[in-house]
Nanobody
Framework: QVQLVESGGGLVQPGGSLRLPCSAS????????LYWYRQAPGKQRELVAT???????DYADSVKGRFTISRDNAKNMVYLQMNSLKLEDTAVYYC?????????WGQGTQVTVSS
């Protein structure tokens, strides 16, 4: 079994920054992919960023150039650095791990961008 725990959410002003860590524990295999999703009120959950075990990354168009996903395999951590935050970035952010045909979600962390 795998457990994911996000943290680092909070209230930030437009233009500000936040860094979201996600800690993974349990049976973590070397070949996996890590993702950050978000879900705003009344909207579907959307993929924000992807980081494969080989280091490949991908981002939603709405966050390209502002968000950066990174991982520390030795610590089983994945991070989402969010800069130049906008009102529309307000959402619950979830990390997701996929390995060997199984996917695992964290409980989410709230990010609110407001003046």
């Amino acid at each position: 079994q795998v457990q994911l725990v996000e943290s680092g959410g909070g209230l930030v002003q437009p233009g500000g920054s936040l860094r979201l860590p996600c800690s993974a524990s349990g049976r973590i295999f070397s070949s996996n992919a890590l993702y950050w999703y978000r879900q705003a009120p009344g909207k579907q959950r959307e993929l924000v960023a992807t980081k494969t075990n080989s280091g490949a990354t991908d981002y939603a168009d709405s966050v390209k150039g502002r968000f950066t996903i990174s991982r520390d395999n030795a610590k089983n951590m994945v991070y989402l650095q969010m800069n130049s935050l906008k009102l529309e970035d307000t959402a619950v952010y979830y990390c997701y791990l996929f390995q060997r045909g199984n996917g695992y979600w964290g409980q989410g962390t709230q990010v609110t961008v407001s003046s």
